[in-house]
T-cell receptor, first 112, second 117 residues
Framework: GIQVEQSPPDLILQEGANSTLRCNFS?????LQWFHQNPWGQLINLFY???GTKQNGRLSATTVATERYSLLYISSSQTTDSGVYFC??????????????FGKGTLLTVNP | GAVVSQHPSWVICKSGTSVKIECRSL??????MFWYRQFPKQSLMLMAT?????????EQGVEKDKFLINHASLTLSTLTVTSAHPEDSSFYIC?????????????FGPGTRLTVT
């Protein structure tokens, strides 16, 4: 099956710092999503970005599908940004691949 | 828009009993619903995929007789954990894909924390 690797596994920042999270995947994808899992377990959709670049406030994401990676940028980080960030992908072609495969996540801690 | 709810948010049950978890898409019809399981400090693992009106497709290693999935309508899917045991204690999360939108984006419910004593 498809492999999804996220880096770094852990990241500690001071409030106000910027960061870049990376997601590498091993095959062509129909779907790539970034999520933030808050302390209560809720997965919050950040971006649906199988290709291209999107921005939403302090967050932006870029997926280079031909090179099989995606980046999530967090600028001017706040303590409320703390939590686990997941990248998840779905293979092109559907069928038995018609499902999201999650990376192991990046645990972000933003200190005041 | 694209809100998915789950009920209950947490449940404690005794070993040997069954527990039903509901997943609803509140403001859209779902082509497909998915059930995931997450252990502490781990990633999400897909358990099964269900389409309205048809049998669920289970991932390898998931016992279909233990984890019963019913997708009765385009807005409701249920997961029943039968004869629960302590090792079934976990965080269960459902997701849904919007019908007819032409994208593959999934939306997730808030999860249900199951503790089996």
């Amino acid at each position: 099956g498809i492999q999804v690797e996220q880096s770094p596994p852990d990241l500690i920042l001071q409030e106000g710092a910027n960061s870049t999270l990376r997601c590498n995947f091993s095959d062509s994808v129909n779907n790539l999503q970034w999520f933030h899992q808050n302390p209560w377990g809720q997965l919050i959709n950040l971006f649906y970005i199988p290709s291209g670049t999107k921005q939403n406030g302090r967050l932006s994401a870029t997926t280079v599908a031909t090179e099989r990676y995606s980046l999530l940028y967090i600028s001017s980080s706040q303590t409320t940004d703390s939590g686990v960030y997941f990248c998840a992908v779905e293979l092109t072609g559907g069928g038995s691949n018609y499902k999201l495969t999650f990376g192991k996540g990046t645990l972000l801690t933003v200190n005041p | 828009g694209a809100v998915v709810s789950q009920h209950p948010s947490w449940v404690i049950c005794k070993s040997g009993t069954s527990v039903k978890i509901e997943c609803r898409s509140l403001d859209f019809q779902a082509t497909t619903m998915f059930w995931y399981r997450q252990f502490p400090k781990q990633s999400l693992m897909l358990m099964a995929t269900s389409n309205e009106g048809s049998k669920a497709t289970y991932e390898q290693g998931v016992e279909k007789d233990k984890f019963l999935i019913n997708h009765a309508s385009l807005t409701l899917s249920t997961l029943t954990v039968t004869s629960a045991h302590p090792e079934d204690s976990s965080f269960y999360i459902c997701s849904a894909r919007i019908r007819g939108q032409g994208t593959y984006e999934q939306y997730f419910g808030p999860g249900t924390r199951l503790t089996v004593t």
